[in-house]
């Protein structure tokens, strides 16, 4: 299993996280990790923004529009 290193919430310091095995398929890209000390799991998820040119050259956020 991959192991690294993140901040536990439960312990309040840097702890050694690992991917458990998954049933989803993901093997080692897999978003869940779990604390190897105390259990508490982790959701990484990857953060895609989408970004559009504004006419006066700002870039703002995408927003949806109502209908």
Same mark, same amino acid.
Request: proline letters at 9%.
């Given at each position: 299993m991959e192991e690294r *290193?993140?901040?536990c919430i439960?312990?309040?310091r840097d702890m050694m996280? *690992?991917?458990p095995p998954c049933a989803d !398929?993901?093997?080692?890209?897999c978003p *869940? =990790?779990?604390c190897t000390r105390? !259990?508490?799991a982790e959701l990484l998820f990857p953060l895609? =923004?989408?970004l559009r040119q504004r006419p006066h050259g700002r870039v703002a956020p995408?927003?949806?529009r109502a209908a």
């Amino acid at each position: 299993m991959e192991e690294r *290193e993140l901040r536990c919430i439960i312990c309040e310091r840097d702890m050694m996280f *690992e991917v458990p095995p998954c049933a989803d !398929g993901h093997d080692a890209d897999c978003p *869940e =990790l779990v604390c190897t000390r105390c !259990g508490a799991a982790e959701l990484l998820f990857p953060l895609n =923004l989408r970004l559009r040119q504004r006419p006066h050259g700002r870039v703002a956020p995408h927003q949806r529009r109502a209908a």
